[in-house]
């Protein structure tokens, strides 16, 4: 009976001084266990946020049979997302988690990540612990929440969308150079122009005279007249080029006379620039050339034989000596006898501000290429936009009004108009590159990056430069380094100074941002370098350029963890509210 006595009064004992020792634990737990995070506020890097949290538990606090679970929670408006729950336990316990020395102070550590979800921009990383001793779970006391972190900063999402776009070329020329040319025949070995020869007479021979002259009649603004004569290539080569200079002087004298007697026949002048006249000599080539795309069966050995001629005098012997034995290469000699007239013009253009003005008041008085390049010729968006949305309506089977109405969309931040834009450019000319391109910067804006990618790859293989659209979307990625890679070559833009911001160059990223054009998204990243050095003056002037800009940024400013320290200052305060 003692004996049982006693063993009560020990259980007793034993469960009273256990409970003690949870009570202590529970008691001194906001002293005895602190909470370290490797960064405050958390960051969002690549879509996801890493928690990673240093601990200690200090000697003599931990109860040998005491178990304790830590979860770690981020909360938020909206939400919370619980993250792996840690196990710490005391050194006569047993199962999973970090043993606690009761003798000296312990640390121990828990990572996670947890994919970043709108409005955690503004959470609070808890955890949340409950403690027991081992066999009797059923028996947990929950311990006050203790908050390890503020919040999680966003700025490697902070992209600009300045994607590099593609504008289909319009096409016009602002100089036009036309030509037209006829030929005249000779007879062998003469020079004076015969026009009862029967190749001058042929069909083709006098449409070409009666196009030249019709040419010449128009009254566009004559850049050159050229004079070019030739001979056939057998005889000697003096003859030769005697006689084709004598056919050019033919030649020459009969475009003179064209010339005044067209005048005479319109009543107007022409100012014909000094006529230029060349001999070529024999035409080797040509009668090489007609020899070849001939039907004559010896062609090939007659070929072989002239061209292993070296000497010119013994070369066109041979000829002559072929037109004995076939009487075909005759035929092949006689077109070589010529003279040619040839006439270029500049096309009548209308001017810029004609272009300019029809695009807009009367743009069915432009074809397609005066249209596109109209557009080209305002800085105003509107305006472009409506000359590209006339291309549309009076061109509707050319991709190219679709696609440049787009750009222009993209540039004013309208993703949605310029997705139904891209939508029909890539019906009207599928795999395009512009269009391609173009698709991809619409996803990008959407935050569809798996599709913006496969568009950019798309377009690349269609020839279209895409580094910086693909840097850009690997800083929302995460992947730095591989962005400056990206980007290699280009600087002074928001997106560069991103990358290198986030890949822990500061100075690098300042350099860029006071070159870069002036925009909301220069000045708002100038604030939160300011705010990371503390530099208030660099973080409210900064700031106050921002909002007024985009006065959408005042809202978003006031959930920015990049400026927790300056919440509850006045100056802050004024600009964002």
Not at 234 to 255: D, F, M
């Amino acid at each position: 009976m003692k004996n049982v006595k006693l063993l009560a009064v020990l259980l007793i004992t034993a469960v009273f001084l256990g409970s003690c020792g949870l009570n202590k634990m529970i008691r001194d737990y906001g002293d005895e266990v602190s909470f370290t995070p490797e960064v405050n506020p958390l960051e969002n890097h690549g879509g996801d946020v890493a928690v990673n949290v240093s601990g200690r538990v200090s000697e003599k606090y931990f109860h040998a049979r005491a178990k304790v679970e830590l979860t770690p929670v981020l909360v938020y408006e909206g939400g919370e997302q619980t993250l792996q729950t840690v196990y710490l336990r005391g050194e006569k316990t047993s199962g999973e988690g970090t043993v606690i020395n009761r003798g000296s102070a312990t640390n121990f550590a828990f990572s996670d990540v947890v994919a970043f979800e709108e409005g955690m921009e503004a959470s609070e990383l808890f955890v949340r612990a409950r403690v027991y001793r081992e066999g009797r779970e059923d028996d947990v006391t929950n311990l006050p929440d203790k908050k390890v972190a503020d919040g999680v900063i966003n700025t490697s999402q902070r992209i600009e969308h300045d994607y590099d776009l593609e504008l289909a070329a319009h096409g016009y020329e602002k100089v036009t150079r036309v030509s037209e040319s006829a030929n005249i025949y000779f007879e062998y070995m003469r020079h004076n122009i015969n026009w009862r020869l029967p190749l001058n007479r042929e069909d083709e021979s006098m449409e070409q005279m009666d196009q030249l002259s019709e040419f010449i009649k128009q009254g566009w603004e004559i850049e050159s007249v050229e004079v070019n004569a030739w001979a056939s290539p057998e005889g000697e080569v003096a003859y030769n080029e005697s006689l084709s200079e004598n056919r050019a002087e033919s030649v020459h004298e009969y475009t003179n006379d064209l010339f005044s007697r067209l005048e005479k026949e319109t009543e107007s002048e022409f100012n014909m620039p000094e006529i230029q006249v060349t001999a070529k000599g024999e035409d080797f080539e040509g009668f090489m050339r007609v020899l070849n795309a001939s039907d004559l069966q010896d062609k090939q050995a007659i070929a072989n034989i002239i061209n292993s001629q070296l000497a010119p005098a013994e070369r066109e012997r041979r000829i002559k000596d072929m037109t004995v034995i076939y009487g075909e290469i005759e035929k092949l000699l006689e077109p070589l006898r010529r003279g040619e007239i040839v006439i270029t013009s500049f096309e009548p253009k209308k001017t810029d501000e004609e272009m300019a003005n029809l695009s807009t008041s009367n743009p069915s008085e432009l074809d397609v290429k005066e249209l596109l390049y109209a557009a080209t010729l305002t800085e105003d968006h509107q305006t472009k936009l409506t000359i590209y949305q006339a291309a549309q309506q009076l061109f509707p089977q050319d991709y190219r009004g679709f696609n440049n109405a787009a750009y222009v969309h993209l540039k004013m931040g309208n993703a949605d108009a310029a997705a139904a834009d891209l939508e029909k450019a890539n019906q009207l000319a599928p795999n395009n590159g512009h269009v391609l391109n173009n698709l991809g910067a619409v996803a990008a804006h959407k935050g569809d990056i798996e599709n913006a990618q496969s568009y950019f790859e798309a377009a690349q293989g269609q020839g279209v430069r895409v580094n910086y659209n693909v840097g850009t979307l690997m800083i929302l990625e995460g992947d730095y380094q591989a962005a400056l890679s990206s980007f290699a070559g280009r600087t002074c833009t928001h997106n560069v100074a991103l990358a290198h911001l986030m890949a822990g160059n500061e100075a690098a990223a300042m350099t860029n941002l006071e070159c870069a054009p002036e925009s909301a998204h220069v000045a708002y990243l100038k604030a939160v370098i300011g705010a990371r050095r503390q530099n208030n003056a660099m973080v409210f002037e900064n700031l106050r350029t921002a909002v007024s800009l985009n006065p959408e940024l005042k809202e978003e400013a006031k959930m920015d963890r990049e400026f927790i320290q300056y919440f509850q200052v006045a100056e802050f305060e004024e600009i964002v509210r």
